[in-house]
């Protein structure tokens, strides 16, 4: 059975700092997403990650995987506070058409 | 990317009752995926609907409490039977966007549903 973990659930940084979350995956996968969520809204997509090694950037995020780590990371640089949101990953499981989301890092960003 | 619209938005019902959530895509899918979101928590997937066919339940839930219609490729229905204040969720639909492929899936603006 595939399970996403991810860390940090919480997280509360200062504008300007980086920082990364982490996205483990127990099983082969061939897709990853990321995707954020605001308050009482739905979720918007950020990121698809396709192959080992593969790096997308969009404005301060940045995100990447190591498939064979069962890894992914999003990376934030100089954070501000319109990054704010709840981020998760999903994934899904070799040859499916189903994905599972990771537990979700709730960020606050501090002015 | 596909438009989803997804209705009602929110709802709040007695419990014992029960809640029909709709949602219609701007372009044909094959398949439509339903969520649901507990206060605070991650998504979990309830269903996968296909056209044609009865919708493939994930374990823990089941086709009573969570009846699925799919009656052509821009539609779908999730109803939550006999609902109890348990169920008080998000529930979302998805599809894979397939004009844009790289960019996910698109889901749905939501059913805040809350059970008294």
């Known amino acids: 059975e595939l399970k996403v973990e991810q860390n940090p659930l919480f997280l509360s940084m200062q504008e300007g700092k980086n920082y990364t979350i982490y996205c483990n995956y127990s099983t082969t996968s061939d897709r990853l997403y990321w995707y954020r969520q605001d308050p009482g809204k739905s979720l918007e997509s950020l990121f698809v990650l396709l192959s080992n090694g593969a790096v997308k950037q969009e404005g301060r995020l940045m995100a990447s995987l190591d498939t064979k780590a069962r890894l992914s990371t999003l990376h934030i640089t100089a954070a501000v506070h319109d990054l704010s949101a709840t981020y998760f990953c999903a994934v899904c499981t070799s040859g499916t058409y189903k994905y599972i989301f990771g537990t979700g890092t709730r960020l606050k960003v501090l002015a | 990317s596909a438009v989803i619209s997804q209705k009602p938005s929110r709802d709040i019902c007695q419990r014992g009752t029960s809640l029909t959530i709709q949602c219609q895509v701007d372009s044909q899918v094959t398949m439509m995926f339903w969520y649901r979101q507990q206060p605070g928590q991650s998504l979990t997937l309830i269903a996968t609907?296909?056209?044609?066919?009865?919708?493939?339940?994930e374990s823990g839930f089941v086709i009573d409490k969570f009846p699925i219609s799919r009656p052509n490729l821009t539609f779908s229905t999730l109803t939550v039977s006999n609902m109890s204040p348990e169920d008080s969720s998000i529930y979302l639909c998805?599809?894979?966007?397939?004009?844009?492929?790289?960019?996910?899936?698109?889901f749905g603006s939501g059913t805040r549903l809350t059970v008294v």
């Open positions: 609907a296909n056209q044609g066919s009865e919708a493939t339940y």
């Open positions: 998805s599809v894979e966007d397939r004009g844009r492929t790289n960019y996910g899936y698109t």
